[in-house]
Antibody
Framework: QVQLVQSGAEVKKPGASVKVSCKAS????????MHWVRQAPGQGLEWMGW????????NYAQKFQDSVTMTRDTSISTVYMEMRRVRSDDTAVYYC??????????????WGQGTLVTVSS | EIVLTQSPGTLFLSPGERATLSCRAS???????LAWYQQKPGQAPRLLIY???SRATGIPDRFSGSGSGTDFTLTISRLEPEDFAVFYC?????????FGQGTKVEIK
């Protein structure tokens, strides 16, 4: 069965960097794009970007162009989202989500359990 | 970017009642690339509907989606106790991918 397992909660000081991992299993890892979505406390869902695990190509929301890098390690079926220079308003739960289609646009059919990143001095 | 506006913000209903949730897009959504998710407190979102009207695997048939272009609807025919949650629409036809702000379905 498809599973996305994310790394544990993080607490960071403003200006630091944070790196969240998402380990995939149960499917052909390089066949499906992976997206990152975040959710601030009590707020809605915000799309951050995607990575193509096959090529490593990425596409970021404009808001995150200068602060986020998504990478992957195909040997361990894991994608990463690194955010630099975090601020208090980056406090959120960060989700990885699989785009559930090949060659055409697809919805997010599987989600990780979420990783809470808290930014506090 | 395509802005999705959901209404109402909160829906107060009783178990057994019908729920009708709306999602309006600022531009036409390509090929009906519109999905609906359910999210319960402390959980990740769960895919309910994709392609505007197709139910995801394992989703009960009391959930249905309709619409095209800029107007979409999620209907829950008879609310079960486990259905009370927040629902989000999502367009995945054009970058940047966007979500509506959510509709909360609460027990009356």
């Amino acid at each position: 069965q498809v599973q996305l397992v994310q790394s544990g909660a993080e607490v960071k000081k403003p200006g630091a960097s944070v790196k969240v991992s998402c380990k995939a299993s149960g499917y052909f890892f390089t066949g499906y794009y992976m997206h990152w979505v975040r959710q601030a406390p009590g707020q809605g869902l915000e799309w951050m970007g995607w990575i193509n695990p096959n090529s490593g190509d990425t596409n970021y929301a404009q808001k995150f162009q200068d602060s986020v890098t998504m990478t992957r390690d195909t040997s361990i079926s894991t994608v990463y989202m690194e955010m630099r220079r975090v601020r208090s308003d980056d406090t959120a739960v960060y989700y990885c989500a699989r785009e559930g289609a090949i060659a055409v646009a697809g919805p997010f059919d599987y989600w990780g359990q979420g990783t809470l990143v808290t930014v506090s001095s | 970017e395509i802005v999705l506006t959901q209404s109402p913000g909160t829906l107060f209903l009783s178990p057994g009642e019908r729920a009708t949730l709306s999602c309006r897009a600022s531009q036409s959504v390509s090929s009906s690339y519109l999905a609906w998710y359910q999210q319960k407190p402390g959980q990740a979102p769960r895919l309910l509907i994709y392609g505007a009207s197709s139910r995801a695997t394992g989703i009960p048939d009391r959930f249905s989606g309709s619409g095209s272009g800029t107007d979409f609807t999620l209907t829950i025919s008879r609310l079960e106790p486990e259905d009370f949650a927040v629902f989000y629409c999502h367009q995945y036809g054009r970058s940047p991918w966007t979500f509506g702000q959510g509709t909360k379905v609460e027990i009356k």
